[in-house]
T-cell receptor, first 112, second 116 residues
């Protein structure tokens, strides 16, 4: 699986949009971009995933650049409960039994 | 959304004890389950992958005789830490997925294991 690079930490004001970048310059054509987050002392929570088109769900939006070498997770209106470590993971498509390889992620701190 | 339940959430026991952790998918059939371990201030490390009805596949460096994994049904997998020692103290997390529906992996809330 391709490696990803994320900033170690970011801050965001409550109510503002949080934009979390991820670099995956070695991504191959059949690899998806997945985002998970982990709130302290809990298991990771699935947020969103995409291949090449932008995606949106009730939690977030995922913007993938045209060359697919980077992406941005957008939390449109961050709340204090969004404080967590956010993981960007690139993984092969096909069967969802492919394993996820977690990096160090980005610690997002939402401030009041 | 898909729910994965992990039990117990916390275990404290003496060195030499064997500890069993359960992972259940509550509203979908989990054809594949994964077991991870997370040490303080570190990321999740995959320990093993188990497919229902098959033997688990362990990652390099993970002792299969120490970490016994059973995935006998489509809703339940168990991880048994045998003869646990203080260095086995960690946060153990399972995830589950239904590969037939191509849904993403969903995680349990983890088990904090403390060996005295």
């Amino acid at each position: 699986d391709a490696k990803t690079t994320q900033p170690p930490s970011m801050d965001c004001a409550e109510g503002r949009a949080a934009n979390l970048p991820c670099n995956h310059s070695t991504i191959s054509g059949n690899e998806y971009v997945y985002w998970y987050r982990q709130i302290h002392s809990q298991g990771p929570q699935y947020i969103i995933h995409g291949l090449k088109n932008n995606e949106t769900n009730e939690m977030a939006s995922l913007i993938i650049t045209e060359d697919r070498k980077s992406s941005t997770l957008i939390l449109p209106h961050a709340t204090l409960r969004d404080t967590a470590v956010y993981y960007c993971i690139v993984r092969l498509s096909g069967g969802s039994n492919y394993k996820l390889t977690f990096g160090k992620g980005t610690l997002l701190t939402v401030n009041p | 959304g898909a729910v994965v339940s992990q039990h117990p959430s916390r275990v404290i026991c003496k060195s030499g004890t064997s500890v069993k952790i359960e992972c259940r998918s509550l509203d979908f059939q989990a054809t594949t389950m994964f077991w991870y371990r997370q040490f303080p201030k570190q990321s999740l490390m995959l320990m093993a992958t188990s497919n229902e009805g098959s033997k688990a596949t362990y990652e390099q460096g993970v002792e299969k005789d120490k970490f016994l994994i059973n995935h006998a049904s489509l809703t339940l997998s168990t991880l048994t830490v045998t003869s646990a020692h203080p260095e086995d103290s960690s946060f153990y997390i399972c995830s589950a997925t239904d590969s037939l529906s191509n849904q993403p992996q969903h995680f349990g809330d983890g088990t904090r294991l403390s060996i005295l």
